[in-house]
């Protein structure tokens, strides 16, 4: 445990207050529906402003024709809504013509027993190539850091970029580290008086996944072992659920909608599982109690169903929390690609579709920070309902003596 801590700072001060909250604070309805009011706003107003500046609907190409006029280049809401989605080697700000506003990212590969460093502004947003690499323009590796061998075959290297994603994940790990940091000073030196400040919000949070989810599950005897691991994903997926509704640079990026990053969090709780499961557990794994034996030998279709249920609880966790933060996103961007794609017919058919799309959009966003929170208490109860089934005791022998 001493290793976790140190690896994992956020777990460790998550053990210390879970350790140390008895009482349950006082915080009026009131003052927590003042603070979400305000962040709301704030969240709504960033995002609108941020997404007119980003929008590059009406760029421009030049002409083929001898007068080389310009064109009006058609708006693809696929391929916008597909570029704010996804990962990438820069963090675009906006665009206007031709010109691309965007943070570059560090690109660092390994290839042919070589390290190679530089930044992603070499590849001009993929119009470039730098060293022999270039970003893959089409198939599956699409955008995908590629280079050419000499017998014109594909060569991927070993890719450690540092991409948005990542980027994003360190931004959100340090603000979460601060906040907990500075929540966990603030409790020692309140200790059992009322929360002040920022820990008045986060407090009572705490005691909401310590009691209706770690105890509720897990009991009050085995809870503590396994509240630091809950309190962590919980804060971790519900921080980078609200920061991806605030598209400014360095918030913004899907981390909870990218399907890598909720893989690693599934994966997690399987080795919490899988490592903390007692005999009980695997008992009921490889010789399920009740059954009859036909369906155990010489098939062993039961054992093959539980091992087959242990890889589907982690596949569940991952897939449902990917599909409902991308979801959320593409809903929102399509109700503001619609005021673009109305707009291309005519100037008053964009301003019409604009007022739907804007409500429609608020109406998204106010819901999309409800969902925010309901995706992370999903995937902290399910953890620990899993969890709980791996290190529950088999009391059925014990029922069955005490009745003799």
């Known amino acids: 445990m001493k290793f976790l801590l140190k690896c994992f700072p956020i777990w460790g001060f998550f053990r210390k207050i879970a350790a140390n909250f008895n009482e349950t604070p006082i915080l009026s309805e009131e003052a927590i529906m ?19 500046f980003a929008m590059p609907a009406f760029a421009s190409q030049d002409g083929h024709d001898a007068q080389a006029t310009h064109e009006v280049e058609e708006f693809n809401p696929g391929d916008m809504i597909i570029s704010h989605i996804v990962d990438s080697y820069d963090w675009h700000i906006l665009s206007i013509g031709h010109t691309h506003i965007s943070v570059p990212l560090p690109i660092i590969l390994y290839d042919e027993g070589q390290w190679h460093f530089f930044l992603s502004s070499r590849f001009e947003h993929g119009h ?25 075959s594909i060569v991927r290297p070993w890719d450690f970029s540092i991409t948005k ?3 994003g994940v360190f931004v959100s790990s340090i603000m979460l580290i601060v906040i907990m940091s500075y929540v966990a000073k603030a409790y020692k030196k309140t200790n059992k008086h009322a929360p002040k400040g920022f820990q008045s ?6 005691l909401f996944v310590r009691d209706e989810v770690a105890i509720a599950t897990l009991g009050k005897d085995k809870y503590m072992r396994f509240a630091p ?18 598209p400014i640079f360095p918030l913004g990026a899907n981390i909870t909608g990218n ?3 909720t893989g690693v969090l599934a994966l997690f ?9 007692n005999k009980n557990y695997w008992a009921h794994i490889f010789n399920t109690p009740g059954v009859p034996w036909w369906l155990k030998i010489p098939l062993p279709l039961m054992p093959i169903i539980e091992l087959l249920g242990m890889f589907t609880k982690p596949f569940v966790l991952m897939i449902r929390l990917f599909a409902n933060i ?3 996103h593409i809903i929102i961007l399509g109700f503001i690609s619609m005021i673009f794609v109305f707009g291309q017919t005519s100037a008053s058919a964009g301003f019409t579709m604009s007022i739907l799309s804007v409500l429609m959009s608020v109406f998204m966003n106010f819901l999309e920070l409800l969902v925010a929170f309901i995706q992370a208490y999903v995937f902290t109860l399910l953890s620990s309902i899993f969890i709980s089934m791996a290190v529950e005791e088999h009391h059925h022998e014990e029922g069955h003596e005490a009745a003799h």
Do not use: W
């Open 128 to 152: 470039a190539s730098y060293k022999g690499y270039e970003l893959a323009k089409e198939g599956a590796i699409k955008g995908k850091i590629i280079r050419y061998a000499a017998d014109g």
């Open 269 to 277: 709780t399987f080795g919490m599982i899988t490592f903390s499961g």
């Open 201 to 206: 919000v986060i407090e009572p949070i705490i």
């Open 326 to 328: 991308t979801a959320g």
């Open 165 to 167: 994603n990542v980027f």
């Open 259 to 261: 399907i890598a990053v």
């Open 229 to 246: 691991y809950l309190l962590t994903i919980f804060f971790f997926i519900f921080f980078n659920n609200l920061l991806g509704l605030i």
């Open 34 to 52: 003042r603070f979400l009011r305000k962040t709301a706003f704030f969240t709504h107003f960033i995002v609108f402003i941020s997404f007119y």
